[in-house]
């Protein structure tokens, strides 16, 4: 696991933007796995900036979000709508490229990832309790995608994207911690001081189902983006 730490949460999201353009040059038909969240902002901004300048093409490339809301009061806060108005819409996917785990597909979502080729590169926030997905604490290290419950502390740091927060969701389909373990290399932001805790469980190098994150410490290719403001209260 490698930290990375950066001025500012842009010059995060510039730097990853290169890893996309360098797999994109070996393997224009490279998996993406792509996460929601304010964090990766700033990369989904230079990625559209990337593709207008003619650096980058997502035309042969496919995409598999970490989750998605169970019953979001409108499509406007479905996780889908995030990432078509904050990415998709402004790049060149082609249609049917972008993958939304649902109730529906939730037991054949593993398998569509794996017969897809597997994902190159995972992109994750994190929650200030270690989620990553939606995989609250004790969520198994060995889960598959599956329903989630979301926590008090999750659904209160969530409420400021809901009207009101009380019509914030309650569950949401998320991709196991194992779905995510399987992707070749994973990249991890945390840009802000809510994240110390999460942080600090990562530092300390433990493995514990009290912080769902931790179980990526014995991946072989882990690489953590973080501001120098919130290096530096760890
Ligand atoms: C949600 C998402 C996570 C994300 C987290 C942090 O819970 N399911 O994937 O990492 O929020 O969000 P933010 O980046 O806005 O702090």
Same mark, same amino acid.
């Given at each position: 696991?490698?930290?990375?730490?950066?001025?500012?949460?842009?010059?995060?999201?510039?730097?990853?933007?290169?890893?996309?353009?360098? +797999? %994109? !040059?070996?393997?224009?038909?490279?998996?993406?796995?792509?996460?929601?969240?304010?964090?990766? +902002?700033?990369?989904?901004?230079?990625?559209?900036?990337?593709?207008?300048?003619?650096?980058?093409?997502?035309?042969?490339?496919?995409? @598999?979000?970490?989750?998605?809301?169970?019953?979001?009061?409108?499509?406007?806060?479905?996780?889908?709508?995030?990432?078509?108005?904050?990415? #998709?819409?402004?790049?060149?996917? !082609?249609?049917?490229?972008?993958?939304?785990?649902? @109730?529906?597909?939730?037991?054949?979502?593993?398998?569509?990832?794996?017969?897809?080729?597997?994902?190159?590169?995972?992109?994750?926030?994190?929650?200030?309790?270690?989620?990553?997905?939606?995989?609250?604490?004790?969520?198994?290290?060995?889960?598959?995608?599956?329903?989630?419950? %979301?926590?008090?502390?999750?659904?209160?740091?969530?409420?400021?994207? #809901?009207?009101?927060?009380?019509?914030?969701?309650?569950?949401?389909?998320?991709?196991? +911690?194992?779905?995510?373990?399987?992707?070749?290399?994973?990249? %991890?932001?945390?840009?802000?001081?809510?994240?110390?805790?999460?942080?600090?469980? %990562?530092?300390?190098?433990?493995?514990?189902?009290?912080?769902?994150?931790?179980?990526?410490?014995?991946?072989?290719?882990?690489?953590?983006?973080?501001?120098?403001?919130?290096?530096?209260?760890?």
């Amino acid at each position: 696991m490698r930290f990375i730490i950066m001025d500012t949460p842009k010059e995060i999201g510039e730097t990853i933007a290169k890893d996309f353009e360098e +797999l %994109l !040059k070996k393997k224009p038909d490279a998996i993406f796995g792509l996460a929601t969240g304010s964090t990766p +902002l700033p990369l989904y901004a230079a990625l559209i900036e990337d593709y207008k300048a003619g650096k980058i093409s997502f035309k042969d490339a496919k995409s @598999f979000n970490l989750d998605e809301y169970v019953n979001a009061p409108k499509e406007e806060d479905t996780y889908r709508y995030f990432m078509k108005t904050n990415l #998709f819409e402004h790049v060149d996917f !082609k249609e049917g490229a972008n993958h939304f785990p649902s @109730f529906e597909n939730m037991k054949t979502y593993d398998k569509s990832i794996d017969e897809a080729g597997g994902i190159d590169l995972q992109i994750l926030g994190i929650g200030r309790d270690g989620h990553v997905g939606f995989n609250e604490p004790d969520t198994p290290f060995d889960s598959l995608t599956h329903l989630a419950e %979301l926590t008090e502390n999750t659904r209160e740091a969530n409420a400021r994207f #809901f009207k009101g927060g009380e019509e914030t969701p309650h569950e949401a389909i998320t991709m196991g +911690l194992k779905t995510i373990y399987k992707a070749r290399h994973i990249i %991890l932001i945390a840009s802000d001081l809510t994240k110390v805790d999460a942080i600090r469980s %990562l530092k300390k190098g433990v493995k514990d189902l009290a912080w769902p994150c931790t179980s990526l410490l014995t991946h072989p290719n882990v690489d953590i983006y973080l501001t120098k403001e919130l290096f530096a209260a760890i």
